[in-house]
């Protein structure tokens, strides 16, 4: 599969709440990220849920900044949250 | 003789419809709707001769024997073989297959590295995912809604709740394993045990050190 990112560009996680089983944690939707690195291929584990075929999806390694997920947050900025998230939950980010 | 025969017929009838709960090892009073809901699924497995009561409490039995000596055995090796430490950090998954360690439904694994500089601490804040083939069963806490929710928010706050007071050079990373790997935290070794034999080294990687929400244990 051709990886969609690379590490290092900036992303957005989508905001949006679709029905059904989910790995993208609501905390982080709708926000801003960096990818670290590019996990592999997975089948979609959103799909396997209900015996579909999952499809593979590449799986990538995000960094955000506590501040920016939380709006205030009691520590330096150098602490990070880093979370794995499916490519068709991530979109490019140009800001 | 009529009335015992039918007796007899009606204990038979009951018998095939009802369900056996002896057939399986109870270990507690079912209290929620999710116990009843394991119970009924389980009976029905059997019922339904998917598998034996038998090879469910041996899954149960392989599944509780797990412990942290694959985990311990994996971060004394990293300490103390610096080009086995590159490989576990590079491709974990190959280092435990080569092992033996079986990730039965955890196919991935990543290993993590603490530094002077750095601390990681592992969470699943989608439900509670574990590394239980290197970790054994995970404690309690990993699983509640408390740990669950504020290690993202108030990580520095969580650690020193664990005894973890770290200063604000030290980078928190907060991994959330909210996906097909699992995470494995490579703590520091010890200050002063630069010559300990593997034996003495195994006992300070303790389950808490793995997790990430405390140090190794200092020696004595």
């Known amino acids: ?95 | 003789m009529a009335s015992t025969h039918d007796h007899h017929d009606h204990v038979h009838h009951d018998h095939d419809h009802e369900h056996d709960h002896s057939l399986t090892f109870q270990p507690d009073h079912p209290d929620t709707e999710y116990d009843f809901l394991e119970m009924a699924i389980r009976e029905l497995i059997i019922e339904k001769g998917l598998l034996t009561a038998q090879q469910i409490q041996q899954q149960i039995d392989e599944m509780e024997s797990r412990s942290i000596e694959n985990g311990q055995e994996l971060i004394v090796r990293a300490w103390t073989d610096p080009g086995f430490k590159q490989r576990l950090l590079d491709d974990g998954v190959r280092v435990l297959k080569d092992m033996g360690i079986k990730m039965e439904h955890q196919p991935e694994v990543k290993v993590v590295e603490n530094t002077a500089n750095v601390h990681n601490v592992i969470v699943c804040t989608l439900c509670s995912c574990y590394p239980r083939s290197v970790l054994g069963v995970p404690p309690a806490w990993y699983k509640k809604k408390a740990y669950r929710s504020r290690v993202v928010l108030e990580p520095r706050q969580v650690l020193r709740e664990f005894g973890t007071d770290l200063p604000d050079n030290v980078e928190v990373r907060v991994h959330d394993s909210t996906a097909d790997l699992r995470y494995i935290v490579l703590p520091m070794q010890p200050s002063g045990t630069d010559n300990w034999t593997t034996d003495q080294l195994k006992p300070l990687v303790t389950r808490d050190s793995l997790i990430g929400v405390a140090p190794a244990r200092a020696p004595v």
Do not use: Q
């Open chain 1, 1 to 95: 599969m051709a990886n969609t990112f690379e590490p290092g560009d900036r992303v957005w996680v989508r905001d949006d709440v679709p029905a059904g089983h989910c790995r993208t944690p609501h905390y982080l939707r709708g926000r801003k990220g960096e990818v670290l690195s590019i996990l592999g291929d997975f089948p979609n584990p959103e799909k396997l849920a209900y015996y579909e075929k999952g499809e593979p999806r590449t799986l990538y390694e995000v960094k955000f900044s506590p501040l920016e997920v939380w709006g205030e947050y009691d520590g330096p900025a150098t602490d990070s949250i880093i979370a794995d998230i499916y490519d068709h939950w991530l979109e490019p980010s140009h800001g």
